[in-house]
């Protein structure tokens, strides 16, 4: 599977927790392979919230394909106004929806 391809499916799961018309723009991305991802082929994208910020959420995410957990990822995006390109601060159903998202150290 090509690097670029599974940026894109990283990418994809993010989009899902943008407030309303608001978008998520990566301010930092650490990607990390731990194995060999086989195309064709599919993977499944875990992500959890880390941390919320103000306009801000730190989220880890994991790649598995076939059982195996073949790449990671630690990623700070920022909400920002579709319109003005702003950071746009993020709303408390926003906040409560990604607190239900927050990872839980053991």
């Not at 390109?85 to 990604?98: C, I, M, V």
Request: charged content about 25%.
């Amino acid at each position: 599977m090509r690097r670029q391809a599974l940026g894109a499916g990283i990418a994809r799961a993010r989009e899902r927790l943008a407030d309303g018309d608001a978008e998520l723009v990566i301010a930092h991305l650490d990607l990390s392979f731990l194995g060999d991802v086989r195309w064709p082929g599919s993977v499944t994208i875990g992500t959890a919230v880390k941390q919320i910020g103000n306009s801000s959420i730190t989220l880890t995410q994991a790649v598995f394909q076939e059982e195996r957990w073949v790449a990671e990822a630690e990623v700070i995006a920022v909400q920002i106004d579709a319109a003005t390109r702003r950071a746009r601060p993020l709303n408390a159903a926003a906040r409560r929806a990604l607190d239900a998202l927050r990872f839980a150290d053991p």
